[in-house]
């Protein structure tokens, strides 16, 4: 297949230019709710940004134009709209219609993310997918980030970026990264009062309000969720989240920015279910999680400053520098865990657009520096109460990198890109608790060069090829070197696990009407870290955990969207205003996901991930603003939880049910039942759990109803009417966004 692809790669701007059943078994075990998501078509032509414009109207605009639609690989978009029309407080709620991203609901509003086979065995937290706030790395310098901090109803929009997509950022994950890009004072209204609740005792209160004062502009939010009467038991969840940005441009262009997070986490944790006690009550909790009152408690802040700065009209420089601080306190059945956890980092970026011999040519470089240093703290559990201390480390993470990446447009229509990172990343450990003699001290590095090139080739003004090769190597995060599983104690012997990448894809619209993004991707993985069982000792009884390179894996992937206006103008046909329309948005993600002549697991498959994900919504929006969303999600075939392929979570379908509406003085009733009838089925996995606890059972039937007021600068009745008008077709607003023949896309939405 990797043939296949690299064959695609050079040969198709050239062709281009002369022309499952359900099941509840232990072999076969079993996510719900919804968002949906608007497909991008994209133009290449004319991409010379005029790199003066302020921060604000750039990121708005011209950002969403170039990055997106440049980019020769896999990408995802959801706008500010989707994320309101949502229940928005988990990211499930606002990636699930982004092909490729499989988020599984744990228990509550907990989730894991998995994008390309990258996060299958995460357990808390996040690896192999870089987050962004704002275009700058959110995280660990090592790699660890906690997209719990996030608070979606502070976005504006969402950029997802698959693969090795994420160059122009500094990424280099195995799944890519995600940009959460936030709210300022001219993207908000002056108040925006939100209220939200639901089944298991959930609710949800957020108050935001944002302003400009001639080159001062402002915006702050303010969340509380709670679950107080959770489906299973053991799982109550508290989240207090807060955000602020503070912003003051000159005459001149260059643009200050300073941003805050504050986030307040108190959840317990229910555990993961064996098959019979999913059979039994998928509604308990596993019998240790409650014995030792497992929970996860913390406190984070994070504070960032920002310099955007015009070199006249060709270039620009970036610069943010952040700090940010967590306290978490976290009892398992084995220990308590209590970290203390200090980050700060900077990044410069450089732009650079301009002409070589008349034809186009984008350039994007920085430089990063960060550094972790977390005191890692561990007592004895006993039973719920803490013991005798049994771990005292001071871990430290550096990372120093330099990107480049350059976009040259040979033709208007046809682009090639190439770049690379150069990547230093340090780790350290200082044991200050000394078992029988034994220091645990010690220090490792790693550096590494990846290259990547692609292109695009704009076949029409509305269609799009695209393909690239890549390189990537991600070296072990901390917790994976600090392990218990590592038998001796010590930092470990993890090497970094490389891959080479290739991916084709096309993306586009046709006739005004039919959307599409497909991707395809090939990676071949080298030492890769993945978290098996293995004896303690020769003949032990039993195994336990422990993170350890596998020589050779592949990851292969289909990832396909859809959004098509199936009737426009059924029952209205007001010449002044759009009519009702009828519309489908769909995904779907295929993942095969093996090992590679593993001397212990042979050609299995690698455990955790579903082989077909699906999910689809059929939206009818009429223009007085009510809109009905009948949806459906469905894991079509079981999948593997455990590496020696003995063990299946099964496959499951569960539809769903949204309504709306939207009203002209900027209010808006949304509510949904997810998991409409009420199914019982298994939405997310504990991979090679050593006491075959692998299931954590999906919600029950749920709803969930709200109510936001939007006060917006300056909007009057008629404003906002013909505001709520047009945003009915969201497919067509943001293609609209996007587009550069702004006179061809006002009639797509007519």
């Known amino acids: 297949m990797r043939t296949f692809i690299f064959a695609l790669l050079l040969f198709v701007p050239a062709a281009l230019q002369a022309s499952g059943q359900e099941g509840d078994t232990e072999q076969e075990m079993n996510s719900a709710d919804h968002t949906q998501h608007t497909m991008e078509t994209v133009v290449v032509e004319d991409k010379s940004l005029d790199l003066s414009v302020p921060d604000r109207l750039l990121s708005q605009q011209e950002a969403e134009k170039a990055i997106i639609d440049s980019t020769p690989g896999g990408i995802g978009f959801v706008d500010e709209r989707q994320i309101e029309e949502s229940r928005a407080t988990t990211l499930k709620d606002v990636l699930n219609y982004v092909p490729g991203v499989l988020v599984r609901p744990k228990f509550g509003d907990e989730s894991q993310l998995i994008i390309r086979g990258s996060g299958l065995r995460n357990n808390f937290h996040l690896r192999g997918v870089t987050l962004l706030m704002d275009g700058f790395v ?29 160059l122009r950022f500094g990424g280099n994950t195995l799944g890519g990264a995600i940009n959460f890009v936030t709210k300022t004072g001219y993207d908000a209204g002056i108040l925006e009062a939100r209220s939200q609740v639901g089944s298991f005792g959930y609710f949800k209160n957020y108050l935001g309000t944002g302003q400009v004062y001639g080159p001062f502009d402002f915006y702050t939010g303010l969340s509380d969720t709670e679950l107080l009467d959770p489906y299973r038991k053991h799982a109550k969840q508290s989240r207090r989240r807060a955000y602020g940005s503070f912003g003051y441009e000159t005459d001149g262009g260059t643009t200050y920015r300073l941003d805050f997070n504050y986030v307040r986490n108190e959840e317990h944790l229910p555990g993961a279910l064996t098959f019979q006690e999913y059979k039994d009550n998928p509604r308990q909790a596993n019998p240790s999680s409650v014995e030792f009152d497992e929970g996860r408690f913390y406190d984070y802040y994070r504070v960032a400053f920002s310099v955007r700065t015009p070199i006249g009209t060709d270039q620009a420089l970036e610069f943010l520098t952040q700090f ?113 003699e034994d220091d645990a001290s010690g220090n490792t590095d790693f550096f590494s060069v990846t290259p990547k090139v692609g292109f695009i080739w704009q076949t029409t003004p509305t269609v799009q090829f695209f393909g690239n090769v890549s390189s990537n190597y991600e070296p072990p995060i901390m917790v994976e070197l600090t392990s218990p599983g590592n038998l001796d104690g010590s930092l470990g012997d993890l090497k970094a696990q490389k891959a080479l990448q290739f991916e084709v894809g096309t993306r586009g619209m046709l006739w005004d009407r039919v959307k599409w993004d497909i991707s395809i991707y090939d990676y071949e993985i080298w030492d890769e870290i993945q978290n098996v069982n293995v004896q303690p000792f020769p003949d032990a009884p039993f195994t336990i955990p422990r993170y350890q390179n596998i020589d050779r894996t592949r990851h292969f992937g289909v990832e396909a969207g ?72 469905s894991v079509f075939e079981s999948y593997y939880v455990n590496s020696e392929n003995t063990a299946r979570a099964g496959s499951y379908t569960i539809f769903n049910l949204e309504v709306g509406w939207q009203f002209p003085a900027g209010v808006m009733f949304f509510a949904e039942i997810t998991n409409l009838f009420d199914k019982n089925y298994i939405s997310a996995v504990v991979v090679d759990d050593s006491n075959g606890r692998y299931f954590y059972p999906g919600d029950g039937r749920a709803f969930y109803g709200g109510i936001q007021w939007t006060w917006q600068k300056g909007a009057t009745p008629e404003g906002v009417a013909m505001s709520n008008a047009l945003s009915q077709n969201s497919v067509s607003e943001s293609f609209n966004r996007r587009n550069m023949n702004y006179a061809f896309n006002q009639d797509s939405i007519r």
């Open 138 to 166: 959110y995280g660990n310098a090592d790699g660890f980030s906690d997209f719990e901090s996030i608070e979606p109803l502070a976005l504006k929009y969402i950029e997802v970026f698959k693969g090795a997509n994420s």
């Open 324 to 436: 940010n601080i967590q306290n978490m306190d976290h009892p398992l059945s084995f220990a308590v865990i209590d970290n203390d956890t200090y980050n700060v980092g900077a990044e410069v970026r450089y732009l650079y657009n301009t002409n070589i011999g008349g034809m186009l040519n984008n350039l994007v470089m920085g430089a990063q520096f960060f550094y972790t240093y977390q005191q890692d703290l561990n007592w004895a559990n006993d039973f719920g109460k803490r013991g005798e201390k049994t771990k005292d480390q001071d871990n430290k993470s550096l990372l120093l990198a330099y990107y480049i990446e350059d976009q040259f447009f040979p033709m208007p229509t046809f682009s090639v890109l190439g770049g690379a990172r150069v990547q230093y990343a340090y780790r350290s450990v200082k044991d200050h608790f000394l078992i029988d």
């Open 562 to 633: 859809a959004d098509i206006m199936l009737l426009k103008n059924m029952a209205w046909r007001d010449p002044l205003a759009p009519g009702d329309t009828l519309r489908s948005i769909t995904a779907y993600t295929y993942s095969y996901f093996v090992f590679v002549d593993d001397p212990v697991f042979g050609d299995n498959d690698l455990p955790g991930a579903p082989p077909h994900f699906f999910v689809s919504q059929l939206r009818y929006d009429t223009p007085v603003g009510v809109w009905v969303a009948p949806s459906i999600e």
